[in-house]
């Protein structure tokens, strides 16, 4: 089992361009989750997906959009980056069920010019 | 809204000595996580505290879980320069939902 994977590892974009960070997990997991870290703030919710077909917003969902391709999928898309999305993004995957335990990828570490 | 401190953020300690890192929450909850960041790396699951008085031990690190003081506490004994790393808390107060952490400890342990 690979566990929860995500692509890419690295990326620098310019202001303005868009891209679209990938994650998947084969743990048949029902929620996946996006967070974002920077240093001294802990770990961020972006957005979320509690079961395939949904989508909700987490504490800090703006300038972002998310797709839950599948059960297995779920992407987060910046559409016009900022400076201030310059960050380490962790997607998670958990059960959904009573034991909330949650299974991170490797990051992706994004600079945005 | 639900807060989650943790204390302290920063530590360094000496080998071969106790410490203990408190994780306090606001909010009235039963589910408590407690996860390991190598610098660089991703967050590695470490326990999970599903009741009152729960208390889990993994080689040199012991967590437990008081609900009704709101606080988990995070020992370690006799430390090793292995354990330095970050730790942090997560509450789940909506299971299905995200969990909410902290903004974790950052330990540094030294000959």
């Known amino acids: 089992n690979a566990g929860v994977t995500q692509t890419p590892k690295f990326q620098v974009l310019k202001t303005g361009q868009s891209m679209t960070l990938q994650c998947a997990q084969d743990?048949?997991?029902?929620?996946m989750y996006w967070y974002r870290q920077d240093p001294g703030m802990g770990l961020r919710l972006i957005y979320y997906?509690?079961?395939?077909?949904?989508?909700d917003k987490g504490e800090v969902p703006n300038g972002y959009n998310v797709s839950r391709l599948n059960k297995r999928e779920f992407s987060l898309r910046l559409e016009s980056a900022a400076p201030s999305q310059t960050s380490v993004y962790f997607c998670?995957?958990?059960?959904?069920?009573?034991?909330?335990?949650?299974?991170f990828g490797p990051g992706t570490r994004l600079t945005v010019l | 809204e639900l807060k989650v401190e943790q204390n302290p953020l920063f530590l360094s300690m000496q080998e071969g000595k106790n410490y203990t890192i408190y994780c306090n929450y606001s909010t009235t909850s039963d589910r408590l996580y407690w996860y390991r960041q190598d610098p660089g790396k991703s967050l590695e699951s470490l326990f999970v505290l599903l009741s009152n008085g729960a208390v889990k031990q993994e080689g040199r690190l012991m967590a437990s879980l008081d609900t009704k003081a709101r606080l988990s506490t995070l020992h370690i004994t006799a430390a090793v320069h292995d354990l330095s790393a970050t730790y942090f808390c997560?509450?789940?107060?909506?299971?299905?939902?995200?969990?909410?952490f902290g903004k974790g400890t950052s330990l540094l342990v030294t000959p």
């Open positions: 997906s509690a079961s395939e077909g949904t989508t």
């Open positions: 997560a509450v789940d107060i909506n299971s299905g939902y995200a969990l909410n």
């Open positions: 743990m048949n997991h029902n929620s």
């Open positions: 998670a995957s958990s059960p959904g069920q009573v034991v909330n335990e949650q299974f």
